[in-house]
């Protein structure tokens, strides 16, 4: 079975691991153990220590701990239930403006403001820039990802959580 | 029409009992268990081997037989061995998209009683190019031939090439004007168009005398035929080896493994649960010459898509929620919308084992009637799918991408798709005579970023998994224009911690001709038609095209004064302003009388969206991304990054004022922004009020129209009733 270190993880997942070395990984039959061995690398990586159960973003996961399972930023901050959308909970950065939109696109075309806006989910007790969403305005917000959070746990990895 | 009644099927009939026994069991064509593969593994695996060795060696032999640059240099062509029902066993690389189109079209032809009339005979050759049969678009014409073995129907070999000219309203492959079936170009309906291993001559004929390009077709033709021929006498031989009866089990045993291994890998790769995300197209197209008043000349898409992931491993997706179908060439069928899902798997997850339709089996796509995934009017256009496709494609790639981050396997993330724009052209060719043609250089524009590295530049597209531009020289050899310069389009790919793909732009001078059509497609309008991941921008979309007609260039050149070599990054001017002559500017598809020579044109190809926080970008990867032309200064100052000029005069990073500028914009950021609840209130009276621009009005209008569950969720979220604010209180 193809394993690979912790210390080998956390360069990957870091991006700082040799690309030679990231190319074997790419195309070696993948590690069985990866999953375990990641959220050790990312609770390492945090300051606080409820239980990371699921990564769902660069720097946003879903915890267990006193505030029962919440989708929680690296800083800390509780966007709350895992299961309602934490964007709903986060501030928003909305670029509806030629000139908002110019800001990041400085020498290319533009989209009609009139047509799309961007609008950009953000901590907001660290300002970590979460999630961008480009959208007609009007548009829902969309909530990206609800994870099977209980099959995953019991028949995926084979390691049933205990009841929230 | 044939009576039924009275006529033997044996073909159709086991079509059908294949998919009876795959209903019941679960399993392909009802293989339970994998006998073959349990009692000799290494045989198992070593014939599978021959039979892809097969399909990639046809493949190669029948791309020297092209005329077509598409083909010859691209490698816009891939092989597959059916099954007698159509059912992939094993392809070539290339352009995978076509393996399960190919495969809808032979179990067209059983089910329309092709057993009968025209007959299935040894040595039959059957082509189509019509979408709702079996293929993406047009100019995806493929070829199939039946295996005959000891007198039985054994399987069929099939090969698609895409045609650089398919005889349309307007020149090249991708028919960008046509808005209804009968102007996309010359169609070929399941045509039993050759025999006895020979193309029919009246075929060839009728082709040589519909095409602006014959050449190009007819010799893919004999390449396709040619490959086919090449791989059913390998399976052929193979068969004399191993006897009928086991080719027979083992190939349908492949194709179950097939569908075990895709099941097996979701299960390994990704997290259950449901995923959502949306992208967007905007066609435009008010005033341009040859639009004819069918529809709506401009128009916003919505595209929405929902990922359900099974704990058994099942893939779903539904695009429920998005728009009609309309006069325009970029609707899909649903052959098209299963190549799209049937590609995309290829790239992220069929990376090992044996990849062939089973993994297609694994996967369930919901494609509600009357959307531009599944007209419900076969006279619909599909000449430029791949203008929806790839965008809706691209969500599921970031879907998938978001499934692997939460498993783990960074390196597998990837924000993906890239709609690149594609020119057609036709008219008087450099030799004087007539031509016709699709640039291909699109074949290897800007990928998305992965979640561990920065996108590919110049080097990705979605339906070709082995994006090659093709040679300079060759396309010079092809087309009335010259290149008089290709550069790296700066800040074309998203802003992120890891950045997109840039493309490229090309200039050209017209050259020899006094009569060309340049057509653009397939490239959004006011609208991202890609996204970023986790924090990282979508890539601007290249929507203006710039030319001069009648410029001074050679008058300058003999001078020695400055030429243009590309469009510059000055957003509201053109670098090919220094040239004298009539500047033009149009925005979207690119349709306007002919060009000669002395003209000049440039295109921009499409980069890919980013991942990540941008304020997290590696301040040196960023010097050197300015030191190089991927990004401008101005486009540093997005992710924070101060540079300064190094001793050597190069770009290099201030450290200490990139963090406090950081620091600041952390700042900045957390004072600007609102409570995502406050944002909301506001919004929701201008929802009420119906605030918008009259395409996103219509937009809302017919997705609410189409689907009840887009208007309920749309109202629920907003706390309205959306049918009444867009409809007029229709229910």
Same mark, same amino acid.
């Given at each position: 079975m193809t394993t690979y270190s912790k210390e080998v993880i956390a360069d990957l997942v870091a991006g700082r691991l040799p690309w030679p070395h990231t190319r074997r990984i790419m195309s070696a039959y993948k590690d069985d153990d990866r999953f375990f061995k990641y959220v050790e690398v990312l609770q390492d990586r945090v300051a606080w220590d409820h239980r990371i159960l699921l990564p769902v973003g660069d720097h946003l996961f879903i915890t267990d701990g006193a505030d029962g399972r919440v989708t929680r930023c690296e800083c800390g901050h509780s966007f709350g239930d895992y299961r309602s959308n934490w964007k709903l909970s986060a501030s928003i950065i909305v670029r509806d403006s030629e000139e908002a939109l110019r800001e990041i696109y400085p020498n290319s075309d533009l989209p009609d403001p009139a047509w799309m806006e961007i609008?950009?989910?953000? !901590?907001?007790? !660290?300002?970590?820039?979460?999630?961008?969403?480009?959208?007609?305005?009007?548009?829902?917000?969309?909530?990206?990802?609800?994870?099977?959070?209980?099959?995953?746990?019991?028949?995926?990895?084979?390691?049933?959580?205990?009841?929230? | 029409m044939l009576d039924k009644s009275r006529t033997v099927f044996p073909l159709r009939d086991r079509l059908l009992e294949s998919e009876r026994l795959m209903e019941q069991t679960g399993c392909y064509d009802g293989v339970t268990e994998l006998c073959l593969r349990r009692e000799d593994p290494l045989k198992f695996e070593t014939l599978h081997t021959k039979l892809r060795a097969a399909c990639v060696s046809a493949r190669e032999m029948a791309r020297r037989i092209s005329a077509s640059p598409g083909v010859r240099e691209v490698g816009e062509m891939v092989v597959a061995i059916y099954t007698p029902e159509g059912d992939a066993i094993a392809l070539s690389n290339g352009i995978m998209v076509h393996v399960h189109t190919m495969s809808r079209f032979i179990k067209w032809m059983i089910r329309n009683g092709y057993e009968e009339a025209p007959g299935i005979a040894d040595g039959d050759i059957f082509a189509n190019n019509d979408a709702f049969i079996g293929t993406v678009q047009v100019p995806d014409v493929m070829d199939v031939m039946p295996i005959f073995h000891s007198g039985r129907l054994v399987g069929w070999v099939g090969a698609v090439c895409h045609e650089l000219e398919a005889g349309g309203i307007t020149p090249g492959g991708d028919v960008c004007l046509a808005q209804e079936r009968f102007t996309e170009g010359l169609f070929v309906c399941a045509e039993k168009v050759g025999h006895n291993d020979e193309l029919r001559r009246d075929y060839v004929i009728r082709c040589e005398r519909n095409l602006r390009m014959p050449i190009y077709w007819v010799l893919d033709e004999k390449a396709k035929v040619a490959s086919c021929i090449d791989m059913r006498e390998s399976v052929k031989a193979l068969i004399d080896e191993i006897g009928v009866d086991y080719w027979e089990k083992l190939s349908k045993e492949f194709i179950e493994e097939g569908r075990r291994a895709q099941l097996a890998r979701t299960r390994q790769l990704t997290v259950p649960g449901i995923?959502?995300?949306?992208?967007?197209?905007?066609?435009?197209?008010?005033?341009?010459?040859?639009?004819?008043?069918?529809?709506?000349?401009?128009?916003?898409?919505?595209?929405?898509?929902?990922?359900?992931?099974?704990?058994?491993?099942?893939?779903?997706?539904?695009?429920?929620?998005?728009?009609?179908? /309309?006069?325009?060439?970029m609707n899909c069928t649903p052959a098209g919308m299963d190549g799209g899902m049937f590609v995309t798997l290829t790239q992220h997850m069929n990376f090992e084992g044996l990849v062939n339709d089973g993994a297609w089996m694994a996967t369930e796509l919901k494609l509600p009637e009357g959307t531009w995934t599944n007209p419900d009017n076969?006279?619909?256009?599909?000449?430029?799918?791949?203008?929806?496709?790839?965008?809706?494609?691209?969500?599921?790639?970031?879907?998938?991408?978001?499934?692997?981050?939460?498993?783990?396997?960074?390196?597998?993330?990837?924000?993906?798709?890239?709609?690149?724009?594609?020119?057609?052209? /036709?008219?008087?060719?450099?030799?004087?005579?007539?031509? /016709?043609?699709?640039?291909?250089? !699109?074949?290897?524009?800007?990928? /998305?970023?992965?979640?561990?590295?920065?996108?590919?530049?110049?080097?990705?597209?979605?339906?070709?998994?082995?994006?090659?531009?093709?040679?300079?020289?060759?396309?010079?050899?092809?087309?009335?224009?010259?290149?008089?310069?290709?550069a790296i389009v700066p800040n074309s790919g998203g802003a992120g911690k890891y950045r997109g793909g840039c493309s490229f732009a090309s200039t050209w001078l017209l050259n020899r001709t006094e009569h060309l059509r340049l057509v653009t497609s397939e490239h959004s309008s006011r609208v991202f038609d890609n996204g970023g991941m986790c924090g990282g921008y979508p890539a601007p979309t290249c929507q203006k095209h710039r030319a001069v007609r009648g410029s001074d260039i050679h008058e300058r050149a003999a001078a020695g004064l400055p030429l243009a070599h590309a469009p510059g990054t000055d957003p509201l001017h053109s670098d090919l302003e220094v040239l004298g002559g009539e500047q033009i500017l149009v925005e979207g598809p690119y349709i306007t009388a002919p060009h000669k020579a002395g003209d000049v044109f440039t295109h921009s190809y499409n980069g890919g969206g980013g991942y990540g926080d941008v304020l997290e970008r590696d301040p040196a990867k960023t010097a050197w991304d300015v030191e190089n032309g991927f990004l401008t200064p101005q486009a540093a100052a997005i992710f924070g990054i101060v540079l300064r000029d190094g001793l050597d005069g190069r770009p290099e990073p201030d450290l200490e004022a990139t963090e406090r500028r950081r620091a600041e914009m952390r700042a900045e950021r957390i004072a600007r922004a609102v409570p995502v609840s406050e944002w909301m209130a506001r919004e929701r009276l201008r929802i009420e009020k119906a605030d918008f621009a009259p395409e996103v009005r219509n937009m809302f209008a017919s997705a609410m129209r189409l689907s009840q569950k887009f208007s309920d969720e749309f109202s629920r979220f907003w706390g309205v009733d959306g049918k009444a604010i867009f409809l007029g209180g229709s229910k």
């Open positions: 609008r950009e989910f953000i !901590c907001p007790e !660290c300002g970590t820039m979460h999630e961008v969403e480009a959208a007609a305005p009007g548009y829902p917000v969309v909530h990206d990802f609800e994870p099977d959070l209980e099959g995953f746990y019991r028949d995926w990895l084979d390691r049933p959580l205990e009841q929230a | 995923y959502r995300g949306h992208t967007f197209y905007g066609h435009v197209t008010e005033g341009k010459p040859g639009f004819q008043p069918l529809g709506p000349a401009d128009w916003l898409y919505n595209i929405p898509l929902e990922m359900e992931i099974g704990t058994d491993g099942k893939i779903t997706l539904d695009f429920e929620g998005t728009q009609p179908w /309309g006069y325009h060439s076969e006279q619909a256009a599909t000449a430029t799918s791949w203008a929806l496709l790839l965008p809706a494609y691209g969500v599921f790639q970031r879907m998938l991408s978001r499934s692997f981050v939460a498993r783990g396997f960074v390196e597998e993330a990837f924000v993906g798709q890239v709609n690149s724009p594609m020119i057609e052209m /036709g008219g008087e060719s450099q030799y004087g005579t007539q031509f /016709g043609m699709a640039h291909f250089e !699109c074949a290897a524009a800007g990928s /998305g970023a992965l979640a561990i590295k920065d996108g590919l530049d110049t080097a990705y597209v979605g339906w070709n998994p082995e994006s090659d531009m093709g040679n300079i020289e060759i396309w010079e050899q092809s087309m009335p224009m010259l290149y008089i310069g290709r």
